[in-house]
């Protein structure tokens, strides 16, 4: 059974362009979770979805950060316009959903924003 | 507001020494407590997790004990290994949507 799948590996961007992350979750599974991770900040959550709804937007990553769930297989994260200080690893994460919700983690996308 | 916290923020013992790691939390919703082990370059991946209704969960070297009633963990890793080198995350959810929310790890290194 394949894993999360994160692409791409790795994105540069110039400062104010958009990019966008993309993922795939472990097949059959309901929730799917958006974070960053930086070495100060940790893991911050983005976005939680269940069943394809949104449950969180992140709170203050809601002006320039978009994430949705186009079907159960696919989901995309937004940032426009980037500021270097969005330079951080993404790591999406899906899970059955069920009372454990054990997380299963992508590879992640080093993101570099000059 | 930082809803899991651990400490220490890093940590380096000696191989064969018992490492402990430290996590409270505030929401009395959370009610799953999962611990997450990061290697540098990896993802992270779920090591060992608790729930409310037991104090203490064991898996080989690693033993978390829970205290509920001061709302704080503990994860033990007895005889460490060099190869235990890496960042621990203590996560918690809850009622409340199952939503996993991370503290924000403690990175160990086991010297030889």
């Known amino acids: 059974d394949a894993g999360v799948t994160q692409t791409p590996r790795h994105e540069v961007a110039e400062k104010g362009q958009t990019i966008i992350l993309k993922c795939e979750p472990v097949s059959g599974h309901n929730d799917l979770f958006w974070y960053r991770q930086t070495k100060i900040q940790g893991l911050e959550l983005l976005s939680y979805f269940r069943s394809k709804s949104l449950m969180e937007d992140g709170g203050a990553f809601k002006d320039r950060f978009k994430a949705e769930m186009l079907n159960s297989s696919f989901s995309t994260l937004k940032i426009q316009p980037t500021e270097p200080k969005d330079s951080a690893v993404y790591l999406c994460?899906?899970?059955?959903?069920?009372?454990?919700?054990?997380?299963?983690f992508g590879a992640g996308t080093r993101l570099s924003v000059l | 507001q930082q809803q899991v916290r651990q400490s220490p923020q890093s940590l380096t013992v000696w191989e064969g020494e018992t490492t402990i790691l430290n996590c409270s939390y505030e929401?009395?919703?959370?009610?799953?407590f999962p611990w997450y082990r990061q290697f540098p370059g990896k993802s992270p991946a779920l090591l060992i997790a608790i729930s409310l209704v037991s104090n203490k969960k064991e898996d080989g070297r690693f033993t978390i004990f829970f205290n509920k009633r001061e709302k704080k963990l503990s994860l033990h890793i007895t005889d460490s290994q060099p190869g235990d080198s890496a960042t621990y995350f203590c996560a918690a959810s809850g009622t409340g949507g199952y939503k996993v929310v991370f503290g924000s790890g403690t990175r160990l290194l086991v010297s030889p």
């Open positions: 929401d009395s919703t959370f009610d799953y």
């Open positions: 994460a899906s899970s059955l959903g069920d009372r454990e919700n054990t997380l299963y």
